[in-house]
Every structure is written in structure tokens, then in C-alpha cells.
């Protein structure tokens, strides 16, 4: 189901959900979080999720934003999304740029030129999001949460995060292959795009199941 009056950002996100194209395995993994998500949010009532990669800066960043949207677009309650990394770094600007390019607004809230902190919006959103890099554990990220890694390193770095409930890892290529390159942007895209659908189809699930 797909609503009326769709911004630029539905329209992206509504594609990414229809272009899907996973293997069983991903499809069973993906559901696997959705299920989860529900016992903990029917145990606990509020579900904190926490995507988590080495430097807090791309992958981890996109599927933050694009579960928070996924959570406003399902209209569901008490799920929260939260990233961190291993160790801080700074929100990439080409994350910050594909991001945009879909409608996300990004306003600065703390200037800072190795780590600034954006106010990130959308139209209709309920709530904003604050984005810069952190590490895991940032006191900004509720806790306890589901941590689902989405890099390998970040994975094998975190051998045990003592405030999760439970762990996930959910890998996504790299898109920072394409820095300084002239298709930077195409491939910071598809990534997100495959990050919006995955997530999206995560959330859905999830929304389904309390339906």
C-alpha cells in the first residue's frame, strides 16, 4: 500500500521498495529483524534500532535516515533509529548529497569542520533527525537497542556490544569505492536505493504483522 500525495522522497522510496530484488537468504534475514522487532516491541513497548558501520559515515548514515522515514511512512509508534561506528569520523558529504537529491533537507544545527551536526528533515515527517558521527554507544543512542551491523568490519570489530538485545549483521557494499570518481553519485545512489528498499521492506513487514 502506497499513499496519496507523494513527495519526491516517497516517490524515490516507493521505487526502491518496488525494485527489490533479493535472494532467499536476505529476504529470511530481513524478515528475521521484522519479527524481532515485534516481540521486542510487544515485550517492551519501544524498539530502538542502532545500524552501526566502522567510521558512522555512509552506509550506516543512510539506513538510519531511511528507517526513520520507513517507521514515519508506516505510521508506526515507539520504533526508533539510531547509527554509530566503531570510532567517529564525520556524515560524508557524499551521503549528505545523495541524500538530499531525494528530498531530505539537511540544515547545520553545530558547525564543527571535522564532525558538524545536521538537522535532517523531510516533508510530513513527525520528527527530525540529528546526524553526525558517533560511536555506537553515543549517549544521544537509546539504549537498549537491536545493533545490525552493515559492514563486515564494524561486525568482526564489535565482537560483543554488551547494550544490544540482540544483533543482526545486514553487510551493504561500500559506496566510498566511488570517491573521486566521476560516478560518485550514481553509485552513493544505488546505494542508497538498495539501503531505502531493504529497510523500507523491513519496516513493512513489521507494520504488517501488528495489522
Request: proline residues 2%; aromatic residues 12%.
Amino acid at each position: 500500500m502506497f499513499y496519496n500525495n507523494s513527495t519526491k522522497t516517497d516517490v524515490f522510496f516507493q521505487k526502491a521498495l518496488k525494485d527489490l530484488d533479493m535472494s532467499d537468504e536476505r529476504k529470511s534475514l530481513l524478515l528475521n529483524i521484522s519479527s524481532f522487532i515485534i516481540e521486542e516491541l510487544k515485550s517492551n513497548k519501544t524498539v530502538n534500532l542502532n545500524f552501526i558501520c566502522t567510521h558512522n559515515s555512509r552506509r550506516s548514515q543512510l539506513a538510519q535516515v531511511w528507517a526513520h522515514y520507513a517507521i514515519d511512512y508506516f505510521q508506526l509508534n515507539n520504533i526508533n533509529s539510531f547509527s554509530g561506528g566503531t570510532e567517529t569520523t564525520a556524515f560524508f558529504s557524499n551521503t549528505v548529497k545523495t541524500l538530499q537529491e531525494v528530498g531530505f533537507e539537511f540544515h547545520i544545527k553545530d558547525f564543527s569542520h571535522q564532525n558538524p551536526v545536521y538537522e535532517i528533515s523531510f516533508k510530513k515527517m513527525r520528527t527530525k533527525i540529528l546526524g553526525f558521527s558517533k560511536v555506537y554507544n553515543d549517549t544521544i543512542n537509546k539504549q537498549p537497542f537491536i545493533a545490525i551491523t552493515t559492514c563486515s568490519n564494524a561486525d568482526e570489530n564489535c565482537p560483543f556490544i554488551s547494550e544490544a538485545v540482540k544483533r543482526f549483521h545486514l553487510p551493504f557494499t561500500d559506496p566510498k569505492i566511488a570517491d573521486n570518481t566521476s560516478n560518485a553519485l550514481e553509485i552513493y545512489k544505488k546505494t542508497s536505493k538498495l539501503i531505502a528498499g531493504e529497510i523500507g521492506f523491513l519496516i513493512q513487514n513489521a507494520r504488517n504483522q501488528l495489522i
